[in-house]
C-alpha cells in the first residue's frame, strides 16, 4: 500500500465525527465503553461500533480488567499518525 493510500485510509477512520470525539478521550486517559457512551451521548452499540474502527486500523488498544474492557490509544501508532499528517503539510519544492 503506498503512503498516500495509508494516509486517505487514515483520514477516512477520522472523518466520524464520534471517532474523533474518542481519541480526545483517550487522550485524557483510558475509558471503558460506558464512560466512552456517556461523554459522547450516543448509544453504547455505536460507540463499540467506532471502537471496534479504531482498534482494528491500531488507533487504539485494549485490556480487559474483571467486568469492563479499558480503551486507550496507541501511543506508537498515534505518533506515526501525526508524522504522516505533518509531512503532508509541509511545504514541498516547488
Same mark, same amino acid.
Given at each position: 500500500m ?5 494516509l486517505? /485510509?487514515? +483520514?477516512k477512520? +477520522?472523518s ?6 474518542i ?6 486517559? /483510558? ?5 466512552? #457512551?456517556?461523554? @459522547? *451521548?450516543? #448509544?453504547?452499540?455505536? #460507540?463499540?461500533? &467506532?471502537l ?5 486500523? *491500531? =488507533?487504539? *488498544?485494549? =485490556?480487559?480488567?474483571?467486568? &469492563?474492557?479499558?480503551?486507550? @490509544? ?7 499518525? &501525526?508524522?504522516?499528517v505533518?509531512t503532508?503539510? /509541509?511545504?514541498?519544492?516547488?
Amino acid at each position: 500500500m503506498t503512503d498516500a493510500k495509508k494516509l486517505a /485510509e487514515t +483520514f477516512k477512520l +477520522f472523518s466520524a465525527e464520534a471517532r474523533v470525539r474518542i481519541v480526545q478521550a483517550l487522550k485524557r486517559r /483510558e475509558m471503558c465503553v460506558i464512560e466512552l #457512551t456517556s461523554q @459522547l *451521548g450516543i #448509544t453504547q452499540e455505536a #460507540t463499540s461500533q &467506532h471502537l471496534r474502527v479504531l482498534r482494528d486500523a *491500531g =488507533i487504539v *488498544g485494549c =485490556i480487559k480488567r474483571s467486568l &469492563h474492557v479499558y480503551y486507550s @490509544l496507541d501511543k506508537q501508532n498515534m505518533a506515526l499518525v &501525526h508524522k504522516a499528517v505533518s509531512t503532508l503539510c /509541509e511545504p514541498g519544492d516547488a
